[in-house]
């Protein structure tokens, strides 16, 4: 009695279920809120204990504000629901549909464990134990799509599991389900549970019909508005007594049949559960119901894939697939146009002669030739028997059908315009135009042909209707070089038949598309972006199309439109191109298709991305009438063919949707108004700029492998409401005395500078152009004095100083070039490389100077080792031209950066901080090696002091004053050096962004200190170095007075002797 009850009740209307018997929701009981939003979903969610799902089991979930919750593969699911199953995503769904809170409504979950609530979801689901814990998650008063809020639905979903059994209940508000489709183009509502194995699932009954409007009066366990699965495993439930789990497993016996013509056949559909209706399906047409299909005498027609199919009393759906074939038996198709009408007499004849011949060597017949013919058009239908033990090629099979043919049009005594043959149950062996490596084999219906381990194609069709080649299928969600190539080189196989085949057209743009959504890295490291762009770009530019064409896929979206212009003088009206997106964010890229009805040819205020390309005039002096010139619009949603991986790296992130404009037409335009609506990271952002993608330079001077994004040929302005337009000026224009046409293709889009080095700190600014100054300054007469004087400039000690300070002289010229480049790439590139050339020319000479101490002063004390400063410092300038060669080398654009003109990357890190770390580590533990040596030497020195001092001996002169004051002094040098210019490279690092004003004022202090301390250390404690300034002021004072040379002469003569003959020299 309690089964018939179930069944009579199972979505029987009944009363509706209130709103106030709902499971606790909302805040008061601490609800997680979903942000309002459309097409988003939370986090995962993970449970308590692991929940069982058809066999499966998951530790955590996710919601989606439209109707369901997810644990696997969300990417298999639309806003718009679908039938089932589905592959490959596991889901629960009490409402699915086109559900937007953005305008009214809200959707919060949570996680429970109160006993009440435990006892109450035990006592629902009649379920001997009480479950651990329930998730239950509410949706109310949710609007639809577009923001709309004049009908609003209310449901629930709670989910729970004991450990072993799995339920979940959908609960309906009574009077608050009010919509079931946002727009009349969507499918209605769909409530259900879905496997994932493409085989297990369960719907409510009236899902996608209008009807499932009336779910919150409908029930499958007596109570209106509730309905409750089962979902551990498939099956069917008892609710009202004890649960008999039997679940509709079906069993097709035989599922393989291989037989002869003539014989029977019976398939059985062996299904157990409960209350299951079972239904037989050939080519997906009923053709019996229960469980036993019998075929007598089996004919060719009989042929093909049989599917059982049962549906127990609980919507609960299985599937289960035979196939029939024929031993031996192969069909071909022959079309013939004859030079005549054919009459019935002769098809006859025709028929009687080709019926009961041999052929291949008598190893193969013609059983059947149905023939059937209008006028001269004649198709016949070849059945061949073949002995089962010869195999034969197709060309040999087709060969010989075509002589027996032949041989028949003599008999009959007809003549044939055209003849061709081809396999009908079966698909003929193709090779994909322009890949001889595609090539596909004879194959029979419903056979599935690999390439790759990514690419495949199945032969589709029945035997019924004929075989055909299926659209090549790309399978894979990572792929290897070898499978990624192989895909896009089959997309370019098909471009030629692409152009005028709007089907392969389709297929072309969908697997683009579908490539697009890999991950992005993938395609710039196997290096396919640019095949892809030139994929599209090729077909957009060659289609040929009668009216305005639009695709739209998940990435990206195309419109192309042909406009016609008068020869003579040629113009059009302008051009416009928007795309309206629910969200610019591109993190949610990819989660719904771009929809059509968003690609306009006119322009909102509020409108994603639009371009305006307006017209220019050109008078060609021809008037041959109309002629027709085509433009090309993109927009991408997201940066997998445009990744510059050097301004990636800088900071700089793309911070809207891609707008592409193309097409010959753009030729006779004048610019482009662009206009961007720019994410939310725009708040973040020092800079925004409108960019265009390019890989080289508009005079071509400059080339970018790989592309880059750039501000070259753009005009900026930001207005209010996060949006940024920018002009255009187009280059290429039709000239008066010219016909040729020019294609211009150009991608834009709005970059965000998230660099948080490129912060202003205008004060440390000025204060480090002084510094550089005086440092500029004070070089300059440093290396006057000592380029002056041959005694200074002709010493190891002096050559290594004036070298130092020419380094350091260039790098501080080449310092303030390159920090007012930035708006130029050409020269801020080259400044980059100059400040890196002279900085390791610097820490060179550094190196040299700390040798040469440690050989004169450790290995031979005080021993004079001339010509050794000069052999080093070609080391010295060559070595770090190698190393900025190399670098330029490896990559130009890491020394381009709209904030700082140095190197970057690897550039930077190897180039730059590697050799500059190793040199410096080199340089003090020389100075330390020299010190120790020098306190040993010293220690020796008081030590024969001592000793002459007991003999009464004069002690010896000793040059220990000025040997410990060269090292200090280069010690010292080379300590303020390292830290000014560290803490220079580190105020440009992206890393310590909120050092970066201070690390800049101690940059300038140091730096403003360096030129001066060189002059100090080197010049003022330098002994000859003053005698040199004493001699520039004796001359000087020679030219104002001749009583105050002389008085300073003799001043002079008492110090020094060189100073005496100087001015006897004079006197004379």
């Known amino acids: 009695m309690l089964s018939l009850t179930i069944i009579c009740t199972w979505a029987a209307i009944a009363s509706g279920f209130p709103l106030s018997s709902f499971y606790p929701f909302g805040q008061s009981v601490n609800d997680s809120l979903m942000d309002k939003s459309d097409d988003n979903y939370s986090a995962p969610i993970f449970l308590p204990s692991s929940v069982k799902f058809f066999g499966s089991f998951y530790q955590s979930l996710q919601v989606h504000t439209n109707g369901y919750l997810f644990f696997k593969n969300y990417s298999g699911l639309d806003f718009s629901p679908a039938l089932l199953p589905i592959r490959g995503s596991a889901f629960v769904a009490p409402y699915w549909a086109d559900i937007d809170t953005r305008g009214t409504g809200n959707v919060s979950y949570r996680i429970t464990q109160d006993p009440k609530l435990l006892q109450r979801a035990r006592d629902d689901s009649s379920s001997r134990a009480s479950p651990l814990w329930l998730f239950i998650a509410t949706w109310n008063h949710v609007g639809y799509f577009d923001k709309k809020a004049d009908k609003t639905n209310t449901f629930q979903c709670v989910l729970f599991t004991n450990g072993a059994q799995s339920h979940v209940l959908f609960l309906y508000a009574d009077g608050l389900i009010q919509w079931t489709a946002a727009r009349s183009i969507d499918l209605n509502a769909l409530a259900g549970v879905n496997a994932g194995d493409g085989v297990n699932y369960a719907i409510v009954p009236e899902s996608l019909n209008i009807s499932i409007i009336n779910v919150s009066s409908t029930t499958n366990v007596g109570v209106g508005g509730m309905w409750l699965f089962r979902i551990d495993t498939a099956g069917c439930i008892t609710y009202f007594g004890p649960e008999d789990w039997s679940a509709p497993n079906i069993t097709v016996q035989p599922g393989i049949v291989s ?4 014989s029977n056949v019976t398939l059985l559909c062996q299904v157990t559960g409960c209350g299951s209706s079972i239904t037989w399906y050939k080519d997906n047409v009923v053709v019996s119901t229960g469980q ?3 075929i007598s005498k089996v004919k060719p027609s009989n042929r093909g894939l049989y599917m059982c199919r049962a549906v127990n009393i609980y919507g ?31 098809a006859m004849k025709f028929r009687m002669f080709l019926e009961g011949q041999s052929l291949l060597n008598n190893t193969a017949r013609i059983v059947f030739a149905n023939i059937s013919y209008q006028g001269a058009m004649v198709d016949v239908l070849i059945t061949l028997a073949v002995n089962s033990s010869s195999t034969y090629a197709y ?17 009959v005594q007809i003549s044939a315009a055209a003849l061709q043959i081809q396999r009908f149950d079966g698909c003929p062996p193709l090779l994909t135009a322009g890949t001889s490596t595609l090539q596909w084999p004879e194959s029979e219906i419903g056979t599935i042909r690999t390439l790759s381990s990514c690419i495949q194609r199945r032969c589709g069709g029945s035997y019924s209707s004929g075989a055909q080649w299926e659209p090549i299928v790309i399978t894979c969600s990572s792929f290897t070089p070898n499978d990624l190539s192989t895909a896009v080189s089959i997309l370019e196989s098909l471009l030629s038949d692409s152009l005028s085949n709007p089907e392969v057209a389709n297929f072309l743009l969908q697997n683009v598309d579908k490539l697009l959504q890999i991950d992005p890295n993938t395609i710039y490291e196997l290096n396919v972006g640019a095949r892809l762009l030139n994929i599209l770009n090729f077909y957009s530019n060659n289609a040929i199309i009668n009216q305005t064409t639009v695709f739209a896929g998940r990435t990206f979206a195309i419109q192309l439109e042909d406009v016609d212009v008068i020869n003579g003088v040629q113009c059009f009206s302008g051009k416009n191109f928007s795309v309206d997106l629910d969200s610019v964010d591109l993190a949610l890229a990819g989660n719904r298709s771009i929809d059509k009805g968003s690609i306009r040819s006119s322009s909102t205020e509020n409108t994603t991305a639009s371009v305006f390309v307006t017209s220019q005039c050109s008078n060609t002096g021809s008037s041959n009438g109309a002629s027709q010139y085509r433009l090309t619009f993109y927009t991408f949603i997201q940066n997998t063919l ?21 097409g010959n037409a753009t030729a006779l335009a004048d610019s482009l108004l662009l206009s961007f609506q720019v994410t939310k990271a725009a708040e973040k952002a020092s800079n925004i700029s409108a960019v265009q993608w390019i890989t080289n330079s508009v005079d071509g001077s400059n080339m970018y492998p790989g592309g880059v994004w750039s501000t070259e040929g753009i005009r900026t302005t930001r207005k209010a409401n996060n949006t940024v ?29 998230l660099n948080p080095g490129g912060v202003d700190c205008p004060a440390a600014d000025i204060l480090s152009a002084i510094g550089i100054i005086v440092s500029l300054i004070t070089l300059l007469f440093f290396l006057i004095t000592y380029l002056s004087s041959s005694r200074l400039r002709t010493s190891e000690h002096g050559l290594v100083l004036i070298n130092m300070g020419i380094a350091l002289l260039c790098l501080y010229a080449v310092f303030m070039l390159a920090s007012y480049s930035t708006p130029v790439p050409a020269l801020c590139g080259t400044g980059a490389a100059f400040v890196h050339y002279f900085m390791l020319v610097y820490f060179m000479w550094t190196g040299v100077e700390a040798v040469i101490l440690f050989i004169k002063l450790v290995i031979v004390f005080s021993s004079d080792i001339r010509h050794l400063a000069l052999k080093l410092g070609l080391v010295a300038w060559l070595v770090p031209f190698l190393v900025v060669i190399i670098s330029v080398g490896a990559g130009h654009n890491y020394y381009i950066n709209q904030n700082y003109c140095r190197p970057s990357w690897l550039p930077f890190y190897v180039g730059l901080i590697l050799p500059f770390l190793a040199i410096y580590v080199f340089n003090w533990t020389m100075f330390s090696i020299i010190m120790v040596s020098l306190c040993r030497h010293w220690a ?23 040997t410990l004051r060269h090292v200090v002094n280069s010690a010292g040098l080379a300590l303020i050096l390292g830290l000014g210019w560290g803490f220079g490279l580190a105020a440009s690092s992206n890393d310590i962004s909120a050092l970066a004003c201070t690390l800049q004022f101690l940059f300038s202090v140091f730096v403003s200190c360096q030129g001066v301390l060189i002059l100090l250390f080197h010049g003022v404690r330098s002994k000859d170095v003053r005698t040199v300034w004493a001699s520039w002021l004796h001359w000087l004072s020679g030219k104002l ?5 002389r008085q300073s002469t003799k001043v002079l003569v008492l110090k020094n002797s060189e100073v005496i003959q100087n001015d006897r020299a004079m006197k004379v």
Do not use: M
Not at 395 to 411: E, G, H, K, P, S
């Open 1041 to 1045: 007075s001749f009583s105050c040379c």
């Open 292 to 294: 036993y299909l019998l």
């Open 316 to 346: 609960y759906v299985s599937w289960g697939e035979a196939s029939i074939t024929i031993q031996g038996l192969h069909q071909y198709s022959a079309q013939i146009i004859f030079n005549t009408s054919v009459a019935s007499d002769i």
């Open 395 to 411: 060309n040999v099979v087709t060969r010989d059908l075509y002589d027996l043919l032949l041989l028949a049009f003599q008999t």
């Open 642 to 662: 445009f990744q510059s991986r050097v301004q990636d790296k800088n900071g700089f992130k793309l911070g809207s949707i891609i707008i592409s404009v193309g």
């Open 940 to 962: 020796k020195l008081r030590q024969a002091r001592q000793q002459r001092k007991a003999a009464r001996d004069p002690p010896p002169k000793s040059g220990s004053d000025f």
């Open 725 to 753: 337009t920018a002009v255009v000026q187009l280059w290429s224009k039709v000239r008066s005395n010219k016909k040729t046409v020019k294609v211009f293709q150009g991608n834009f889009g709005i970059l965000l500078d």
């Open 259 to 262: 037989t002869s013509l003539d």
